[in-house]
């Protein structure tokens, strides 16, 4: 069976363009059809209705719902009105989401939270887009080497293995913290741990700075040193992952898992090593 997924992208997150691939990174898997219909960088509500009315007409086994401030505007609008069509809806945002899990749970949704995935300093006068690119490729290594993407990729495989099995799915409920470092990023070198932690939590606080610099303070002099801050946290937070990532390859320990064509995951540790069946 062909188990058919739609990723709903409303707004952007680090997670956002790379999140279909986590699923088939080298584009073969058979039971696999995936669809991506966005709104690219906007997200109030009028874009989260465009982006509803154009969904395609098929039915799909599982609907993710991409999106930064999920709780508010656009994209909770989405997650309201796709939990009343579809079997299984996750959404995947960042930080502000926590605020409302209660009301997704009781919507039968199921919800990734991703603390590191921070909004960046969105200040005119400060993010022209090169500044705009550079950070969320800092984020995307930090939710690489912590192990984010590896566990946003392990829970949607479940789902992904379940529907094609045609077995009920339990949908995951989890705020991603510095515990996903333990857990999924697959170091061994504990100083590779430690950096990684550091970067998560790095990244976790510029979101904080970031939402200081764009409503809290007001004088022009005051918050564009607090933005520019903000993102040199998730330059520091970028260069401690990759650190962490060298470290692993210095010893020949790199941890790597990989889809087959039929969707099961093999893996190895050393580069010369063959690949071993995970699952």
Same mark, same amino acid.
């Given at each position: 069976?062909?188990?058919?997924v739609?990723? *709903?992208?409303?707004?952007?997150l680090g997670?956002t363009?790379?999140?279909?691939?986590?699923?088939d990174?080298r584009a073969?898997r058979?039971?696999?059809?995936?669809?991506?219909v966005?709104?690219g960088v906007?997200?109030k509500?009028e874009?989260?209705k465009?982006?509803l009315?154009?969904l395609?007409k098929e039915e799909?086994?599982?609907v993710?719902?991409?999106?930064?401030?999920?709780g508010?505007?656009?994209?909770?609008?989405?997650?309201?009105?796709?939990s009343?069509?579809?079997?299984?809806?996750?959404v =995947?945002?960042?930080?502000?989401?926590?605020?409302s899990v209660a009301e997704?749970?009781?919507?039968?949704i199921g919800?990734?939270? =991703?603390e590191?995935d921070?909004?960046?300093?969105?200040?005119?006068?400060?993010?022209?887009?090169?500044e705009?690119?550079l950070?969320n490729?800092e984020?995307?290594k930090v939710?690489?080497?912590?192990?984010v993407?590896?566990?946003?990729q392990?829970?949607l495989?479940?789902?992904?293995?379940?529907a094609?099995e045609g077995?009920?799915?339990?949908?995951?409920r989890l705020?991603l913290?510095k515990?996903?470092?333990?857990t999924?990023?697959? *170091?061994s070198n504990p100083?590779?741990?430690?950096?990684?932690?550091?970067?998560?939590e =790095?990244?976790?606080?510029?979101?904080?700075m970031?939402?200081e610099?764009?409503y809290?303070v007001k004088e022009?002099e005051?918050y564009?040193?607090?933005?520019?801050a903000?993102h040199?946290?998730?330059?520091?937070?970028?260069?401690?992952?990759?650190e962490?990532r060298?470290?692993?390859?210095?010893?020949?320990?790199?941890?790597?898992?990989?889809?087959l064509?039929?969707?099961r995951?093999?893996s190895?540790?050393e580069?010369m090593d063959?690949?071993?069946t995970?699952e």
């Open positions: 069976m062909t188990v058919k739609l990723f *709903l992208k409303i707004g952007f997670m363009p790379l999140i279909e691939a986590l699923l990174e073969n058979k039971d696999l059809a995936i669809r991506v966005s709104s906007k997200l509500e874009d989260a465009t982006v009315q154009s395609p799909f086994d599982l993710v719902l991409v999106a930064p401030n999920s508010v505007s656009g994209p909770a609008v989405a997650w309201k009105e796709l009343k069509k579809r079997k299984a809806l996750v =995947i945002s960042d930080s502000p989401l926590k605020k997704l749970e009781s919507l039968g919800y990734i939270v =991703i590191a921070s909004m960046l300093g969105a200040r005119r006068e400060f993010l022209d887009p090169v705009m690119a950070f490729s984020i995307i939710l690489s080497v912590t192990g993407f590896r566990r946003v392990i829970e495989d479940k789902l992904i293995r379940d094609g077995r009920k799915s339990e949908l995951p705020v913290d515990e996903v470092v333990l999924d990023a697959g *170091l100083y590779a741990v430690a950096k990684a932690i550091a970067s998560f =790095i990244a976790m606080r510029v979101g904080a970031s939402a610099g764009l809290k022009r005051r564009l040193p607090i933005v520019a903000a040199e946290m998730m330059r520091h937070a970028g260069l401690l992952a990759d962490a060298e470290i692993e390859k210095a010893g020949d320990r790199v941890m790597r898992a990989m889809h064509d039929d969707g995951i093999v190895k540790v580069l063959s690949l071993e995970a």
